[in-house]
């Protein structure tokens, strides 16, 4: 079955940088757009990042425009969000995302807290 393994959340001070990788099994990963999501407490699931199979191609966020990068190693099976200045605004669950045949399968979240 569809399964992922999410890590590299933490808490890191405002500025700083953080990695996160989602690595992925069940299905032919360099098939399917990944894409990584975010859920702050009280607000709805956010789309901040997507990528193509190939990784040709990405898609971002307006406010994390700059700042995040999200690419790929199909080699590995995983996808990757590069985040740099991280703002306390940032702060949410993340949540790694890919879709097909209808359904949506979602990782288990990694918490990222941006906090002096």
């Known amino acids: 079955q569809v399964q992922f393994v999410e890590s590299g959340g933490g808490l890191v001070q405002p500025g700083g940088s953080l990695r996160l990788s989602c690595a992925a099994s069940g299905f032919v990963f360099s098939n399917y757009v990944m894409a990584w999501y975010r859920q702050a407490p009280g607000k709805e699931r956010d789309m901040v990042a997507t990528i193509t199979g190939t990784g040709g191609s990405t898609t971002y966020l307006d406010s994390v425009k700059g700042r995040f990068s999200i690419s790929r190693d199909n080699a590995k099976n995983t996808v990757y969000l590069q985040m740099n200045s991280l703002k306390p605004e940032d702060t949410a669950v993340y949540y790694c995302?890919?879709?097909?045949?209808?359904?949506?399968?979602w990782g288990q979240g990694t918490q990222v807290t941006v906090s002096s």
């Open positions: 995302k890919t879709r097909f045949a209808f359904v949506a399968y």
